[in-house]
């Protein structure tokens, strides 16, 4: 029997790279990808795109009742994305606080309820000085 594990995949390069990372190693895909009101939702039709190809079990599940309690970043409100590096101060805008954990605690339940041993996520690691839940810590 193979080994289940759940990918939360974005479309975007990061969690590109984990899906095949996950592919590659023979496990059996439970890919999902969050809605959270992201202004880059062209991703979730990479996503989608992509899980197909590969014939990869893929769920696309709609938070965006996130934005009720988290309203102020640049990536899910009415405020432009500014442009820079991910070090420079103007970046800050685009947090969406605690994002990564509530994306992984969702993947976690999701896991269990599948049976699935492991679940992927892939954070950049150059996004650690202005996202708290991408630094290894």
Excluded: W
Excluded at 9 to 26: P, Q, V, W
Excluded at 108 to 114: E, F, L, P, S, T
Excluded at 121 to 129: K, L, N, Q, T, V
């Amino acid at each position: 029997m193979t080994e289940k594990a759940v990918v939360i995949y974005s479309g975007g390069m990061d969690s590109f790279t984990i899906l095949n990372k996950a592919h590659r190693e023979g496990l059996e895909i439970y890919a999902l990808t969050f809605d959270y009101g992201q202004k880059h939702s062209k991703e979730i039709e990479f996503a989608r795109n992509v899980c197909a190809e590969l014939n990869i079990n893929h769920r696309i599940i709609d938070i965006t009742a996130i934005n009720q309690l988290i309203s102020n970043s640049s990536l899910t409100s009415d405020v432009e994305i500014p442009e820079g590096h991910y070090a420079d101060d103007n970046m800050k805008s685009t947090m969406v606080p605690n994002r990564n954990m509530i994306l992984l605690s969702l993947a976690i339940g999701y896991a269990v309820d599948i049976g699935a041993s492991k679940v992927y996520y892939g954070a950049h690691s150059g996004d650690h000085s202005i996202y708290p839940d991408c630094r290894p810590e």
